[in-house]
């Protein structure tokens, strides 16, 4: 079979691209074309949001922190990355160190290398990382904050389960560590548990990017402070620094599409979509075991399912026309990491899907032992 001119690319855990999100997209900026105060707003900086713009990432992270938040306490960036940078800058001094799951988002690495933190990795298992580990790194490595995933996980698609998310907290407030939360893909199945934030706000610090609910191509993303004190020392830092001010032209659509219930249309169509999506993934996977959550981006395809070579399973989908991601890109420090892959469910239209699912199936059943 020459695969070479049609990989299937199972790789990017964006939302699928919906017709109806251009079509919103389209009447949104004619309306904002209309509206004379666009251009006063293209005037100004948008330092952390204008009091709308926080007001909106309030009203869209209340939907999973369950309570009203003060929209004082709410920060609006140009994303996750913009948000983390500026977390793990003023909470994990040049030298100190910041746990993680022993697999997650990469770019978690890069940040702390930018800022001269150490990144330590923390046991997970199929339910996500593992409170007794996580008791140990706080002992071992006297970390200054932990940043997790504990819902719809990246890369692994777990979702940590109560009461472990109780555990973790005790732990942290035992040892002074600060928690960040990247709650990325929370709002896409139709119920999770509740964040870390909602158990423990006074030391949580919640991250909520709209680009995994709503569009990528906002960079919008938000997070709220556990107070207004420690909210300071991050501006401290970084107030005078625009390359975190959001851009206009999106603060405005992120906070009209809030407000007027756009978003939670885009959401809705979103999670339409990957549950038909998911529905084709149980039509053509059928041979391997997978983690995944409800309506989630990717799922993930542990090294041990039966598997010969546990650690080639990203080669093998190679050779079959399909790229996924192999564990080795999600793990930020040296440690012995589950191995695995990451499959994205979103590229393509359904039939690309299908076939980019059908051909790794084959692949990895031949390997089966
Ligand atoms: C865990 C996690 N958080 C956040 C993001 C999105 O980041 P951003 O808001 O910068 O688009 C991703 C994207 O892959 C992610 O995997």
């Known amino acids: 079979m020459n695969i070479s001119h049609n990989l299937v690319e199972l790789v990017r855990a964006t939302p699928p691209l919906l017709p109806v999100v251009s ?26 949001g204008d009091p709308a713009d926080r007001q909106a990432g309030a009203t869209w992270c209340e939907r999973r922190l369950g309570t009203v938040i003060d929209a004082g306490r709410v920060v609006v960036t140009n994303g996750t990355q913009n948000s983390l940078l500026m977390l793990i800058a003023s909470l994990v001094p040049p030298g ?9 988002y990469p770019q978690i690495g890069i940040l702390c290398n930018l800022v ?28 200054k904050a932990a940043y997790l995933i504990p819902t719809v996980q990246n890369p692994t698609a777990t979702m940590l389960p109560n009461h472990r998310r109780q555990q973790i907290v005790a732990i942290a407030r035992e040892h002074g560590v600060a928690i960040i939360e990247d709650d990325a893909q929370a709002c896409l199945p139709p119920s999770a548990d509740a964040p870390i934030a909602s158990l423990a706000p006074d030391i949580t610090w919640y991250v909520l990017t709209l680009s ?3 569009s990528v191509g906002l960079r919008i993303g938000y997070f709220v402070a556990p107070d207004l004190r420690q909210l300071e020392k991050v501006y401290a830092r970084f107030k005078k620094m625009s390359m975190w001010f959001s851009s206009p032209i999106s603060a405005i659509l992120a906070t009209r599409w809030v407000e007027d ?15 038909e999506r998911h529905r084709i993934l149980k039509e053509e996977l059928t041979k391997v075991s997978y983690q995944s959550s409800p309506n989630s981006l990717h799922v993930w395809i542990a090294g041990a399912s039966g598997l010969r070579h546990a650690a080639a399973i990203a080669e093998l989908a190679g050779q079959r ?8 890109e999600f ?17 393509g239209n359904r039939d690309t899907l299908r076939t980019g699912l059908r051909r790794l199936n084959a692949a990895l059943t031949t390997n089966c032992s």
């Open 212 to 214: 995994k609910s709503t």
């Open 116 to 143: 001269g933190a150490t990144v330590k990795s923390v046991g997970i298992d199929e339910f996500g990382v593992v409170p007794e580990d996580f008791k140990r790194c706080c002992e071992e490595y006297r970390p």
């Open 261 to 275: 219930g756009t978003a939670n249309r885009i959401l809705g169509a979103i999670r339409g979509e990957m549950a």
């Open 331 to 347: 793990q930020v420090a040296e440690r012995d990491s589950p191995h695995g892959a990451r499959v994205s469910l979103t590229a």
């Open 23 to 48: 079509d919103i997209l389209n009447e949104s900026l004619r309306e904002i074309s209309r509206d004379q105060r666009a251009g006063v707003a293209f005037h100004n900086h948008r330092f952390g």
């Open 321 to 328: 026309g399909v790229a996924v991601r192999g564990w080795k």
């Open 96 to 104: 100190s160190v910041l746990l993680t799951e022993a697999l997650s």
